[in-house]
């Protein structure tokens, strides 16, 4: 008796490992040229089985669902099941036009196994959208068809149907009932379900149209979206009470270690996803400490938890989903608060060496949180400042602090903080990428909070001033402190404000020492007299000395009077114009 050949563990290891070769290949490709290499494989189906489900969810989006009709033909049920819960849910609620959108496809790919799917697997949820979609009523024996109103259809006689409105109220009374704003995708689709299911099996079709009319919507509903969420969690995609917590900050000695197996061979069972670690091409600590650990064993199962850490993000943030190009801020955040981690977890010099290891022995998802515990305890500190600052005291807008600033605190004061890019990266606001990000956002958080104290010590002299001025939401940090030195200086007092005209012009002149009606041909600087003279002047208003002043913000007035240097410092006299003073309050 003749028995076939058992298969070797080896070539199976090997066909594994073909595969998964073939697979990083193909996704390494552009979406459209990614499909033709899938199609044209030895092994279409088993190719396209290996793929997981989150990177064949991204490369159908890229090429567009309807256009790729033959890749997802090939595609698992559990392949399937992903892209529903992916595309047809919006919180706890079925987003009806999706799921129309997407079982169509389903069904356009192959009507066969669509069939068999819905009669071995979801029978009770397609009866639930049929009846959310649907009106179905039977002939009873005492009827004729004649009494059925022309608006319902029928396939075999007995049971009618017609289509309810998208937005159907299920308490609104039969005559109400429009159903003139049906689309023609779910026209056509449940009409096509119909008949197919009829002609294949007419007592099925006969069962179901009448299991339909009794559906519990409410509990049928509530059991999708629990078996929705279990098979999401499995990717990484937690229930949002539970995702959120990846952003409770974290001590670096708190982090959970990995539990490493000593015995590790071979490829792991499920493939790694390849969104994740494509997306990749930033310069920064983590990266280059994971590139690493291109050759450790344990590689896959990082990039595995990443993915799932990325995952956990796009929920916690509520972050609508639909291609890698939707998930690729999401990416570059996790990125960059794991660069952040790093950085607070290691010795100075930063060690490529020792950032692998950490990454090797701890949890990411700690690691992240340490990251982002550094922006938190920023905007923790912005916040407490702003309870107990001179500013909030005297009810001023936070537009007081000017341009610059105001973006710092913006940031900083959200619900999840945001690093002030200014533009530099061609956004406004952006998440921390760095520890340098975080430092630089410190230093400028410490001048705010610096210039707060200055102006709180001055309370006294400035309470008159903030009466007078005709409106607070123009008044900014710099107007403020200049326009109330310079009335000092030239003997106004506080609630002469705006300065009037003729008497800046004798501030201006002592500023810069210059008149006349010819613009100097290049800015003239202010005079170190002046400069001692603010000084002098600040200290006496503040109590505090010189030196103290100057180790408190020196850096920040010499901004200051730089600012005033380009502002004014290229204008003669004759050519003043209240009008475009912006560093005073003058009258027009």
Not at 423 to 430: A, E, I, P
Not at 435 to 455: G, H, K, P, V, Y
């Amino acid at each position: 008796m003749n028995h076939p050949k058992k298969t070797s563990a080896g070539s199976i290891q090997q066909v594994i490992a073909e595969l998964g070769e073939l697979r990083r290949t193909v996704l390494a490709l552009p979406a459209e040229k990614a499909m033709d290499a899938i199609l044209n494989a030895r092994q279409p189906a088993a190719l396209v089985h290996s793929i997981p489900e989150t990177d064949l969810f991204f490369l159908v989006q890229d090429i567009g669902p309807e256009d790729c009709l033959p890749l997802l033909a090939l595609a698992s049920n559990a392949q399937w099941d992903f892209m529903l819960d992916m595309s047809t849910w919006k919180g706890d609620r079925i987003k009806n036009r999706s799921l129309t959108r997407w079982l169509n496809l389903r069904y356009l790919a192959d009507p066969d196994r669509f069939l068999r799917w819905f009669q071995n697997e979801e029978t009770e949820f397609i009866e639930w959208y049929l009846f959310r979609n649907i009106q179905i009523r039977i002939l009873e024996p005492d009827e004729e068809p004649a009494d059925i109103p022309d608006a319902f259809m029928t396939i075999d006689h007995m049971a009618y149907f017609r289509f309810l409105p998208e937005s159907f109220d299920m308490t609104a009374s039969e005559e109400e009932i429009d159903a003139s704003d049906t689309d023609e995708e779910r026209y056509t689709f449940i009409t096509r379900f119909l008949e197919k299911l009829y002609s294949e099996d007419p007592i099925q079709y006969q069962n179901v149209m009448l299991e339909t009319r009794t559906i519990l919507s409410n509990e049928t509903e509530e059991e999708a979206w629990r078996i929705r969420n279990i098979r999401m969690a499995e990717k990484g995609f937690l229930p949002f009470d539970e995702a959120i917590g990846v952003y409770q900050p974290l001590k670096p000695d708190a982090i959970p270690r990995r539990i490493i197996f000593k015995k590790r061979t071979g490829e792991p069972y499920l493939p790694v996803p390849a969104y994740a670690s494509g997306m990749l091409d930033a310069d920064n600590l983590f990266v280059r400490s994971l590139k690493a650990l291109e050759q450790d064993r344990m590689l896959p199962e990082i990039q595995t938890e990443l993915a799932s850490l990325i995952n956990q993000l796009v929920v916690a943030d509520q972050k609508q989903v639909a291609s890698k190009a939707d998930i690729e801020e999401v990416v570059k955040k996790a990125v960059g608060y794991l660069s952040i981690g790093l950085e607070r977890m290691s010795e100075t010099p930063l060690d490529v060496v020792r950032s692998a290891s950490l990454i090797r022995s701890r949890l990411l998802s700690g690691i992240f949180r340490v990251g982002y515990g550094a922006a938190l305890e920023l905007k923790w500190q912005a916040q407490g400042w702003v309870k107990q600052s001179w500013f909030m005291a005297k009810k001023l807008p936070l537009g007081f602090w000017g341009e610059a600033w105001l973006g710092v605190l913006g940031g900083l004061l959200i619900k999840k903080p945001l690093f002030f890019d200014n533009y530099q990266t061609g956004v406004l606001y952006r998440e921390f990428r760095s520890l340098e990000d975080i430092q630089a956002t410190q230093i400028l958080l410490n001048q705010i909070i610096r210039f707060d104290q200055i102006l709180g010590a001055m309370t006294d002299d400035l309470t008159l001033f903030l009466q007078s001025v005709p409106s607070r939401q123009s008044l900014s940090y710099k107007s403020l402190i200049l326009t109330r030195w310079a009335q000092c200086h030239i003997g106004l007092s506080p609630e002469n404000v705006p300065i009037p005209m003729d008497s800046f012009i004798l501030f201006f002149r002592g500023l810069f020492g210059k008149a006349g009606k010819t613009e100097p041909a290049k800015p003239v600087r202010i005079r170190k007299v002046m400069k001692s003279s603010f000084l002098r002047w600040l200290s006496e208003k503040t109590g505090w000395t010189s030196s103290e002043l100057t180790e408190r913000s020196g850096p920040e007035m010499e901004r200051l009077f730089a600012e005033l240097e380009a502002d004014l410092g290229g204008v003669s006299e004759a050519n003043l114009n209240p009008r475009y003073i912006q560093l005073f309050l003058v009258a027009s």
